[in-house]
């Protein structure tokens, strides 16, 4: 009986030493493989599990950030009890919150990150104040318009939580402020650049005479920007876009691109999997919706250095 106390005392210490502490298995799911925004994250999640130590990481998305059916099959081959936490960027905030749901009733922490997901089965909400975002894209086209004018919204898909929240904070904003200019378009245009430069294509010959564009995320303003360029209209229409690849730079430095929302993804990523650790040891959750900045970045700040470091993956 004490041969059996004594091995019990031991596998128990064992178990609670940080020195053997067990690895923890943490899947993250972004939007897709297409954009440079996820290169950003990962560099996030790839510095908190160098300081956390004991993970084991999954990463894993669908190609483009229009396959949903995609993202949800990921989530269901992943939900299972060797799985200690996800990650998630959502495609659909409505579709995924059922798989979602399935997941957290296995016993695994689900944390969002950039985009929202529908229902309470996730712990945390790691994102962009991105509402706040739009307003911002909003305040650069009203000034560059010099508040007449008209302007078209181009969104990606319909149900995708972050950027909805830009182009409703967007719109918001110019029907406050400056009522002058008026929104003759407001568009889903598709979830790949080459979907959005069609729709955009097509925008751009039903409204000729429109005075600016704002797009909601890297892959819209990627399109939009091509469209303008065939259409031979980039720099002569006012354009805001979203995020930033090396493209999209090229065309803010030859001033097609008349502003650039940039998030901080290396930081999302970063707390995001801080709080997917936190959540899988216990930790009592003391701040489930957890925001970062935006910047506005120009022609004129581009080369600063707090700005550059936001640029280059």
Request: charged share 20%.
């Amino acid at each position: 009986m004490k041969k059996w106390m004594s091995l019990l005392l031991v596998c128990i210490v064992f178990w609670m030493c940080p020195a053997y502490a067990r690895d923890l298995n943490i899947v993250f799911i972004p939007k897709s493989h297409d954009q440079d925004f996820w290169l950003f994250m990962r560099q996030g999640v790839d510095r908190a599990i160098q300081e956390e130590g004991h993970i084991n990481l999954t990463w894993r998305g669908p190609a483009y950030n229009d396959d949903i059916d995609s993202q949800i099959q990921i989530v269901r081959i992943y939900a299972k009890p060797e799985v200690d936490a996800i990650i998630i960027a959502s495609t659909d905030r409505a579709r995924l919150a059922e798989p979602i749901k399935q997941a957290a009733a296995q016993g695994i922490k689900v944390v969002a990150v950039d985009s929202g997901l529908d229902g309470n089965a996730h712990v945390n909400f790691v994102t962009t104040d991105n509402y706040a975002a739009g307003k911002l894209a909003a305040e650069r086209i009203v000034n560059l318009l010099k508040r007449q004018g008209s302007v078209a919204v181009v969104r990606t898909l319909p149900g995708s939580g972050s950027t909805d929240d830009r182009a409703n904070g967007f719109v918001d904003y110019i029907r406050k402020n400056a009522p002058q200019i008026t929104i003759v378009a407001d568009e889903y245009a598709g979830g790949t650049r080459g979907k959005v430069a069609r729709s955009a294509a097509a925008l751009l010959a039903k409204f000729p005479q429109v005075d600016a564009l704002f797009a909601v995320n890297e892959s819209t303003g990627d399109g939009v920007l091509r469209a303008l360029r065939q259409a031979g209209l980039a720099g002569r229409k006012k354009f805001v876009s979203f995020d930033t690849t090396e493209f999209l730079l090229a065309g803010l430095r030859k001033e097609e691109i008349h502003g650039l929302v940039v998030q901080d993804p290396r930081q999302m990523g970063y707390l995001s999997m801080k709080a997917a650790v936190a959540a899988a040891k216990g930790a009592s959750n003391k701040n489930p919706m957890i925001l970062t900045d935006a910047v506005m970045v120009t022609l004129e700040n581009c080369q600063q250095p707090e700005i550059k470091a936001l640029l280059v993956p």
